[in-house]
């Protein structure tokens, strides 16, 4: 199976910045899925404009983005890198040009930290992050993103204490505006998410704009001042529930760990 990329451009405007982008993995023959959400961000598997794979050697294939050089920064020895998870391509490329920048804005202040989750980074207190995405050749369509966000350490765990009351409090849901496009994220449940780190939050809802609705499944961990942020939903079902690999998860805090400090 070739990954390629299976929501098209025009899909960003229903869903811009309010997803990560991410990675979408299909077989060749898999028809594109036009009405798709397009997850935002910083890991587009294609430097094409219309968001086309270039195919095993693009950037989203096994001969694609290269893996940060060892002597990079702690995050980004941090970061996932292609050949980390076998049957899954990892992508580290720019964000979509057609996905807008910043920290979306949530119209209730109880459900801000669920809506800064969903921007550029986590929320506005990480000192730098790192994303990428991730495309499963397991399951169709099955896009993951990943970060990882440096803290300080009092930061991080103020984060997961804020994300856990904003999930309690936001289960009606919210709508979230960045760069004048709105987007809705309706029946907010906590998820039952077991995973290594110092402590987590996990949660599912369902982002809907333009007439269309995808069901998403987050996890947010703390490993000393390091926030993992995973996001999964499916890019070629658009009504399809997702849930985060708990491979990646697992594979992602093992690389935070080793990181060192």
């Not at 397009?38 to 086309?52: E, H, L, Y």
């Not at 803290?151 to 919210?174: M, N, P, Q």
């Not at 490993?223 to 529930?241: E, F, I, P, S, W």
Request: charged share 20%; glycine share 12%; aromatic share 2%.
């Amino acid at each position: 199976m070739k990954p390629r990329v299976t929501v098209r451009t025009a899909a960003a405007t229903l869903l811009p910045a309010l997803l990560l982008a991410a990675v979408g993995c299909g077989s060749t023959d898999t028809p594109a899925a036009g009405n798709a959400p397009d997850p935002k961000g910083s890991a587009a598997a294609s430097g094409s404009p219309d968001g086309a794979s270039t195919g095993p050697g693009g950037s989203g294939g096994p001969g694609g983005t290269a893996a940060p050089k060892a002597g990079g920064s702690r995050l980004e020895r941090s970061a996932l890198e292609q050949g980390d998870l076998p049957g899954y391509t990892i992508s580290a490329q720019g964000k979509n040009p057609n996905a807008p920048d910043g920290q979306p804005q949530a119209d209730r202040k109880a459900c801000q930290p669920l809506a800064d989750i969903m921007g550029d980074k986590p929320d506005p207190a990480a000192r730098e992050t790192v994303n990428r995405g991730i495309g499963s050749q397991k399951q169709v369509g099955l896009a993951v993103s990943a970060s990882v966000s440096s803290y300080a350490e009092s930061d991080a765990k103020t984060l997961i204490s804020r994300l856990r009351s904003a999930v309690a409090a936001c289960g009606t849901g919210f709508s979230a505006t960045v760069e004048d496009q709105t987007g809705s994220y309706r029946d907010v449940q906590a998820a039952d998410y077991r995973t290594g780190g110092d402590e987590s939050v996990s949660w599912t809802t369902t982002a809907a704009a333009g007439g269309v609705a995808a069901p998403v499944h987050l996890v947010v961990v703390r490993q000393g001042d390091t926030v993992v942020r995973l996001m999964a939903l499916n890019v070629t079902a658009a009504q399809q529930k997702a849930q985060v690999p708990h491979e990646v998860a697992d594979k992602q805090l093992e690389k935070v760990r080793k990181a060192g400090p």
